[in-house]
Protein backbone atom coordinates (compact mmCIF):
# COMPACT_ATOMS: atom_id res chain seq x y z
CA UNK A 1 0.00 0.00 0.00
CA UNK A 2 1.50 3.27 -0.86
CA UNK A 3 1.26 5.93 1.58
CA UNK A 4 2.42 9.91 1.42
CA UNK A 5 3.48 10.99 4.96
CA UNK A 6 4.08 14.75 5.48
CA UNK A 7 6.69 16.10 8.27
CA UNK A 8 8.13 19.74 9.11
CA UNK A 9 4.85 21.83 10.81
CA UNK A 10 5.24 23.26 13.77
CA UNK A 11 4.25 26.56 15.30
CA UNK A 12 5.90 29.22 14.11
CA UNK A 13 6.17 33.37 14.28
CA UNK A 14 5.31 35.77 11.68
CA UNK A 15 8.04 36.39 9.66
CA UNK A 16 9.68 32.79 9.91
CA UNK A 17 10.29 29.68 7.65
CA UNK A 18 9.49 26.26 7.60
CA UNK A 19 10.10 23.41 5.60
CA UNK A 20 7.88 20.44 4.80
CA UNK A 21 8.93 16.96 3.23
CA UNK A 22 6.02 14.57 2.27
CA UNK A 23 7.54 11.36 1.39
CA UNK A 24 6.19 8.41 -0.53
CA UNK A 25 6.75 4.80 0.63
CA UNK A 26 5.54 1.57 -0.70
CA UNK A 27 5.35 -0.22 -4.18
CA UNK A 28 5.97 2.33 -6.72
CA UNK A 29 6.73 2.10 -10.14
CA UNK A 30 6.58 5.91 -10.74
CA UNK A 31 5.36 8.94 -9.56
CA UNK A 32 3.96 11.94 -11.75
CA UNK A 33 2.53 15.50 -10.36
CA UNK A 34 3.00 16.14 -6.55
CA UNK A 35 1.58 19.01 -4.92
CA UNK A 36 0.58 20.77 -1.54
CA UNK A 37 -2.58 21.81 -0.81
CA UNK A 38 -3.78 23.42 2.53
CA UNK A 39 -6.89 23.90 4.69
CA UNK A 40 -7.56 26.82 7.26
CA UNK A 41 -10.44 26.25 9.68
CA UNK A 42 -13.52 27.22 8.02
CA UNK A 43 -11.80 27.35 4.24
CA UNK A 44 -11.89 25.43 1.42
CA UNK A 45 -8.72 23.15 0.48
CA UNK A 46 -6.59 24.84 -1.59
CA UNK A 47 -3.88 24.75 -4.11
CA UNK A 48 0.11 25.91 -2.92
CA UNK A 49 1.96 25.00 -5.32
CA UNK A 50 2.66 21.31 -7.83
CA UNK A 51 5.21 20.29 -9.57
CA UNK A 52 5.84 17.54 -12.30
CA UNK A 53 8.53 15.14 -12.48
CA UNK A 54 10.25 16.96 -14.88
CA UNK A 55 10.03 19.66 -12.35
CA UNK A 56 7.65 22.45 -13.33
CA UNK A 57 6.13 24.29 -10.64
CA UNK A 58 2.92 25.49 -10.29
CA UNK A 59 2.13 28.37 -7.47
CA UNK A 60 -0.75 29.70 -6.35
CA UNK A 61 -0.58 33.58 -6.52
CA UNK A 62 -0.30 34.73 -3.04
CA UNK A 63 2.53 31.90 -2.38
CA UNK A 64 4.82 33.18 -5.38
CA UNK A 65 7.97 34.29 -3.74
CA UNK A 66 7.18 33.13 -0.87
CA UNK A 67 7.27 29.80 -1.34
CA UNK A 68 9.21 27.33 -3.23
CA UNK A 69 8.21 23.79 -3.95
CA UNK A 70 10.57 21.32 -4.86
CA UNK A 71 11.33 17.35 -5.07
CA UNK A 72 13.72 14.41 -4.74
CA UNK A 73 12.81 11.76 -7.11
CA UNK A 74 15.64 9.48 -5.81
CA UNK A 75 13.94 9.73 -2.67
CA UNK A 76 10.47 9.60 -3.58
CA UNK A 77 10.00 13.51 -1.64
CA UNK A 78 8.60 16.43 -2.67
CA UNK A 79 9.06 19.36 -0.18
CA UNK A 80 7.89 22.79 0.55
CA UNK A 81 9.76 25.58 1.70
CA UNK A 82 8.24 28.27 3.46
CA UNK A 83 9.52 31.58 4.00
CA UNK A 84 7.77 35.47 5.41
CA UNK A 85 5.27 33.31 6.68
CA UNK A 86 1.90 35.11 7.94
CA UNK A 87 -1.02 34.41 10.17
CA UNK A 88 -2.83 33.92 7.15
CA UNK A 89 -0.80 31.02 6.15
CA UNK A 90 -2.14 29.13 9.04
CA UNK A 91 -3.88 26.14 8.08
CA UNK A 92 -3.01 21.64 7.78
CA UNK A 93 -1.06 21.46 4.75
CA UNK A 94 -1.32 18.36 2.90
CA UNK A 95 0.85 16.86 0.13
CA UNK A 96 -0.67 14.53 -2.64
CA UNK A 97 0.38 12.97 -5.72
CA UNK A 98 -0.35 10.56 -9.08
CA UNK A 99 1.29 7.59 -8.65
CA UNK A 100 1.95 4.19 -10.22
CA UNK A 101 1.18 1.70 -7.64
CA UNK A 102 1.02 -1.27 -10.48
CA UNK A 103 2.07 -1.61 -13.94
CA UNK A 104 -0.34 1.34 -15.74
CA UNK A 105 -2.36 1.74 -12.37
CA UNK A 106 -2.07 5.32 -11.62
CA UNK A 107 -3.70 6.22 -8.29
CA UNK A 108 -3.71 9.87 -6.91
CA UNK A 109 -2.72 9.41 -3.07
CA UNK A 110 -3.24 11.91 -0.56
CA UNK A 111 -1.03 12.27 3.29
CA UNK A 112 -2.82 12.88 6.48
CA UNK A 113 -1.88 16.67 6.51
CA UNK A 114 0.71 18.41 9.26
CA UNK A 115 -0.49 21.53 10.54
CA UNK A 116 1.41 24.86 10.40
CA UNK A 117 0.82 27.59 13.13
CA UNK A 118 1.95 31.08 12.12
CA UNK A 119 1.59 33.06 15.24
CA UNK A 120 3.30 35.28 17.98
Known amino acids: QVQLVESGGGLVQPGGSLRLSCAAS????????MGWWRQAPGKQRELVAS???????NYADSMKGRFTISRDNAKNTVYLQMNSLKPEDTAVYYC??????????????WGHGTLVNVSS
Open 96 to 109: NGYIETEKSLWLEI
Open 26 to 33: GTIFSINA
Open 51 to 57: ITSGGLT
